[in-house]
């Protein structure tokens, strides 16, 4: 499988650049040409230098020229689009631009490939979970309703997957619309590019207001190590690929579904692994959706928050809703077991706790047959 890739520098996409080889999979990455203020792309993955085009996913065909484009067409089985605006408390103009115009052009620069080739082509956007919204109980693989309690990023996603439903014709490239779950850093050595709303659950530990966090009885956590994400992903491609044509974009949610665990057991599952990491602990108030979802989206217009406060309060809907996300279509494509991450671990890599250490056998030599 050979993939034209935009958001490669990005916390999903460098974990994808991390799976590829192993599953055989050649990437062609899209790279902005000025990324003011970042490491150069060519310093921070040297041996996919190369391979790279420049272009913007915000451009019509994501500004790549003709002769890349007739290039590209000859050797690119799909086009994968992990670009995106991903500050919650960023401005509408940059959430609409590079989050519902990049998915549209992305779907026009498949479109492009498939009619120079005249080869089978496939396309896959990837949206998010949350513009699920308020939605609470079973969410399905499925084009959601308005919700009036989306955020201003979660609508983005929401709008970007209904432009592409809406704009599928007969005889385009099969759609994949991959709703991804919250990521947290890479399973096996913890590597994040950045810290989203959970992280910051655990950088805002100790400062929060009266030591509570007002969540819905059985809110659950759906989060997913970065690295089993990109694997997942890679399979469900390979899956739409090795299926027929599909006359409908096919949406998934790439999360840990009903394996997801609860806030509780996480917190539970962190404090068990390092009791002495924590301060003072922290107590779950139960709460309505309602207030979860008003509060984390209003508290700004009576507090004066800065941004990285506004990010937190928008994450507690990440965190305190009690809902499952179906992963039924998800199954029908990946070709093997579902993500299914352990408690403990995704504890251990929101909280940075070390690892588990294995018990030492102590000096003494009588005592030594008590150990495992
Ligand atoms: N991380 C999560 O928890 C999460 C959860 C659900 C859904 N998602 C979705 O998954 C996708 C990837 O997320 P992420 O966390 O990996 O994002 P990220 O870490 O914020 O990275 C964003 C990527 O998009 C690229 N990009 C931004 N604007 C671009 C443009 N105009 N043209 C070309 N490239 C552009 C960035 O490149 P530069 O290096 O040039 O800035 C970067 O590689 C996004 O669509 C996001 O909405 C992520």
């Given at each position: ?13 460098t ?95 498949a ?31 499925a ?75 059985g ?5 997913l190590?970065?690295?089993?994400a ?35 057991a ?35 217009r ?71």
């Amino acid at each position: 499988m050979r993939l034209l890739l935009t958001g490669i520098t990005g916390q999903l996409g460098t974990a994808v650049a991390g799976a590829a080889p192993e599953r055989g999979v050649e990437l062609v990455p899209l790279v902005r040409g000025s990324r003011p203020g970042r490491v150069p792309f060519e310093r921070a993955f040297p041996a996919l230098a190369g391979a790279a085009v420049r272009g913007d996913v915000r451009a019509p065909g994501w500004g790549l020229p003709d002769p890349v484009l007739d290039e590209l067409s000859r050797s690119v089985d799909a086009v994968v689009d992990l670009a995106g605006e991903t500050n919650w408390a960023g401005s509408g103009r940059d959430l609409y631009t590079t989050n519902v115009l990049g998915a549209r052009h992305g779907l026009d620069v498949a479109r492009e490939l498939r009619r120079r080739s005249g080869r089978h082509v496939a396309y896959c956007y990837a949206s998010s979970i949350f513009v699920a919204g308020g939605a609470l109980g079973h969410v399905a693989e499925a084009p959601l309703p308005p919700d009036r309690h989306r955020t201003a990023y979660e609508h983005s996603k929401w709008v970007a997957e209904r432009e592409l439903v809406a704009q599928h014709r007969p005889g385009d490239p099969d759609v994949l619309i991959s709703r991804v779950g919250a990521l947290l850093g890479d399973a096996r050595t913890g590597e994040t590019r950045h810290r989203n709303s959970l992280y910051l659950l655990a950088e805002r530990w100790d400062d929060l207001p009266g030591r509570v966090l007002p969540v819905m009885r059985g809110a659950r956590v759906d989060v997913l190590p970065r690295d089993v994400a990109a694997a997942a992903l890679l399979d469900s491609l390979a899956g739409l690929l090795r299926a027929g044509p599909r006359p409908q974009p096919v949406i998934t949610h790439l999360c840990a579904g009903e394996r997801a665990p609860t806030l509780r057991a996480l917190l539970e599952a962190a404090r068990a692994a390092a009791p002495l990491s924590f301060g003072s602990w922290v107590r779950l108030v139960p709460a309505g959706a309602e207030q979860v979802l008003w509060l984390s989206a209003n508290a700004e217009r009576f507090l004066p928050l800065p941004p990285a406060w506004r990010n937190s309060l928008i994450g507690l809907r990440y965190i305190g809703l009690d809902r499952v996300m179906d992963r039924g279509r998800l199954a029908d494509l990946v070709d093997g077991p579902l993500p299914a991450p352990d408690t403990e671990l995704l504890a251990r890599l929101l909280f940075a706790l070390p690892a588990a250490r294995r018990p030492v056998a102590p000096a003494d030599a009588g005592l030594s047959r008590f150990q495992p």
